[in-house]
């Protein structure tokens, strides 16, 4: 079956550094890859997706490239900031059928960013 | 634009009891889910629903169950809340269209089961 594995956290950073946070991904055909962000006391909300190999989704200066070749879909930001402090969450959505009711989602990995 | 809508936000059932989680969109999207998130565990699926009249099972669906009548409404009941289904439950809704595919979440239902 389909299964999404994060980067273990929780990713503890300054203001301004550089953040990766890991997503490899198993799945049949080309799902459709997202990252959920998760703010405390919040539901989730979309980050960033891709649909196809080689799309780059990007957001609130977030980016992330779908990876067919090595079924990774890393999220990157260049500089982060307080206020990017959250859970953020990897998934996928298999094409087909009844597929497009679920998502698997990885564990999790929490973000905290101190000044 | 309401979106997802999640009733209520808490709740503290006593083992035992049975309780009806709400959700409703409106959006028109065909699909409709039902997920839990415990820590370190990410998000579960539950039951999902392809459209009205059509539900199966997910990941973790003993305990649970749900009906799909309508488009707009996909409630999740528990039928004897046991400790562990303390938890936060979260329903989503999502569609498949040109652009392909999205799911957008409601505010969720934090449940403690004493």
């Known amino acids: 079956g389909d299964s999404v594995t994060q980067m273990e956290g929780p990713v503890t950073l300054s203001e301004e550094a550089f953040l990766t946070i890991n997503c490899t991904y198993t799945a049949t055909g080309y799902p459709s890859l997202f990252w959920y962000v998760q703010y405390p006391g919040e539901g989730l909300q979309l980050l960033l997706k891709a649909t196809k190999a080689d799309d780059k989704g990007s957001n609130k200066g977030f980016e992330a490239t779908y990876r067919k070749e090595t079924t990774s879909f890393h999220l990157e930001k260049g500089s982060v900031q307080v206020s990017d402090s959250a859970v953020y969450f990897c998934a996928l959505i298999s094409p087909g059928g009844t597929s497009y009711g679920k998502l698997t989602f990885g564990q999790g990995t929490i973000l905290t960013v101190h000044p | 634009n309401a979106g997802v809508t999640q009733t209520p936000k808490f709740q503290v059932l006593k083992t035992g009891q049975s309780m009806t989680l709400q959700c409703a969109q409106d959006m028109n999207h065909e699909y409709m889910s039902w997920y839990r998130q415990d820590p370190g565990m990410g998000l579960r699926l539950i039951h999902y629903?392809?459209?009205?009249?059509?539900?199966d099972q997910g990941e973790v669906p003993n305990g649970y169950n749900v009906s799909r009548s309508t488009t707009e409404d996909f409630p999740l009941r528990l039928l004897s809340a046991a400790p562990s289904q303390t938890s936060v439950y979260f329903c989503?809704?999502?569609?498949?269209?040109?652009?392909?595919?999205?799911?957008?979440f409601g505010q969720g239902t934090r449940l403690t089961v004493v």
């Open positions: 989503a809704s999502s569609y498949y269209g040109g652009g392909g595919t999205e799911a957008f």
């Open positions: 629903s392809v459209g009205a009249g059509i539900t």
